[in-house]
């Protein structure tokens, strides 16, 4: 069976045991049953893994001996930081998933004028802490010890206004360029724009050509929010990432 990978939200370092957190004491004891003895490997943010053995185990808390510290860099040389506006159902979860999957570094959900989406702030604060809890277990399952920053709530005009260095991207089907012709990506990484599903408005797109952003092209068919993402986070990788 393959080791269970397993976050834990303090810091490890220099720590000879430990108890999980409640979220992870479910998953281990309930869900996958485990026993006294068997092996899980635990990661807390940094760039280490921790291979640790049960010691204790019940349905309410979890003791772990930690067996070592071992150095383990998953990341790519390419920073992204994905400014995706909010999609409708489970879509904008998808989207999350699979770029952290993919290698994003951070995710800021966005508001724009055709965002299907309402929500009070109550509800959006849930939804941040229910995104982030995805962003991890898409950690645990693929292998990252980074866990990227869901950023809170923002106005599409205020996210492209913050000052970077790093290079804009906006997705345009009219674009003249693709991302293959793209040269001169920042150590700092790309700051990457994905609209809502009914697309930007004409008003947006023009404040994001005022804020410096570069329209690029993925081929010549109009794709879904959520599929735009993950092409475009591919795409990034492949030319100028670890794919």
């Not at 724009?112 to 604060?125: A, F, I, N, Y």
């Not at 205020?158 to 804009?168: G, I, N, R, S, Y």
């Not at 089907?173 to 700051?191: D, E, H, K």
Request: hydrophobic share 40%.
């Amino acid at each position: 069976m393959r080791i269970p990978r397993i976050y834990h939200p303090q810091p490890l370092n220099n720590a000879a045991a430990c108890e999980l957190s409640e979220d992870a004491v479910n998953h281990v004891a309930r869900v996958l049953r485990m026993n006294v003895g068997q092996q899980l490997e635990l990661f807390d943010g940094s760039n280490c893994v921790y291979p640790a053995t049960i010691e204790e185990i019940s349905k309410k808390q979890v003791k772990v001996r930690l067996d070592a510290a071992i150095e383990d860099d998953r990341e790519s040389n390419l920073i992204l930081h994905l400014g995706q506006v909010i999609s409708r159902g489970d879509r904008m979860e998808f989207t999350i998933q699979k770029s952290v999957e993919l290698g994003v570094n951070v995710i800021t959900p966005l508001w724009s004028e055709r965002c299907g989406v309402k929500l009070d702030s109550e509800r959006m604060e849930k939804k941040i802490q229910q995104w982030q809890k995805i962003a991890i277990a898409a950690c645990e399952q693929s292998g990252r010890n980074r866990i990227p920053q869901i950023r809170p709530l923002m106005k599409l005009s205020d996210w492209c206004a913050e000052e970077t260095a790093m290079l804009k991207l906006n997705l345009h089907p009219r674009a003249a360029i693709g991302i293959r012709q793209l040269s001169n990506i920042p150590p700092q990484g790309v700051r990457l724009l994905i609209g809502s599903e009914g697309g930007l408005s004409a008003q947006e797109i023009a404040m994001t050509e005022q804020q410096q952003f570069q329209s690029v092209l993925l081929g010549k068919r109009v794709l879904r929010t959520e599929t735009a993402a993950l092409a475009a986070i591919t795409a990034l990788q492949v030319c100028f990432g670890d794919l």
